[in-house]
């Protein structure tokens, strides 16, 4: 599982989207998550992510999805909050 440092937004529908290679350059966190995406992705298949989002911890599945025409090379998958920790108190 690849846990991703940075804190990221995900839509309504729990669809995460990272472009592989964004316009701008990234710096920090997040481009640390990016090289470690790119080398997790290095052999085909989906890889399992945790990450931080505004609302708490979540988990879920990325695929890599390679550009069709003007679409850039993306990760993307469905992802959903992570359960709570059993409660230890009676």
Known sequence: MIEL???YTVSPNKR????AAPAEPLSG??????????DAFA?????????RSPFGWMQGVLHEKNAMRDRRRTFEGHVWFQPAAPSTTP
């Open 5 to 7: 440092q940075a804190t």
């Open 16 to 19: 995460l989207s990272i472009l």
């Open 43 to 51: 052999t085909p298949g989906s890889r399992e992510v945790r990450f």
């Open 29 to 38: 966190a997040w481009a640390d998550d990016l090289a470690a995406l790119n």
